[in-house]
């Protein structure tokens, strides 16, 4: 996966639905389906990825994350740090 590949997320931390009750703001499941750009690699020294081990790139989704009221504090409006194993590239 690399940075302006296309790419539909298919689950978020491995999974559909969450496995309980969840903060509104922090219900990233809402975004199952939803198609976004890879901006950045963690790899490229972004200390904004050093939370995880795990490989996560940077995704700007194609919707407005304000629409869903979801919490995204990154420096790229309507961007998360997603696993890599929860998108799928698309053409």
């Known amino acids: 996966m690399k940075i ?3 790419v539909k997320m298919k689950t978020f931390n491995g999974k559909v639905n ?3 009750d ?18 950045q690699d963690p790899q490229e020294n972004s200390i904004y990825a050093s939370f995880s081990k795990k ?4 995704v700007k989704f194609d919707k ?4 869903d009221d ?9 961007s998360l740090w997603i696993l890599v194993s929860d998108l799928e590239i698309i053409r």
């Not at 979801?70 to 309507?78: F, K, Q, T, V, Y």
């Open 18 to 20: 969450s496995d309980k």
């Open 64 to 67: 407005d994350l304000q629409i």
């Open 4 to 6: 302006g590949d296309r």
């Open 70 to 78: 979801l919490i995204a504090h990154n420096n790229i409006s309507n």
């Open 22 to 39: 969840i903060w509104v703001k922090e219900n990233y499941w809402k975004l199952v389906g939803e198609i976004g750009t890879v901006q």
């Open 55 to 58: 490989h996560r790139v940077l």
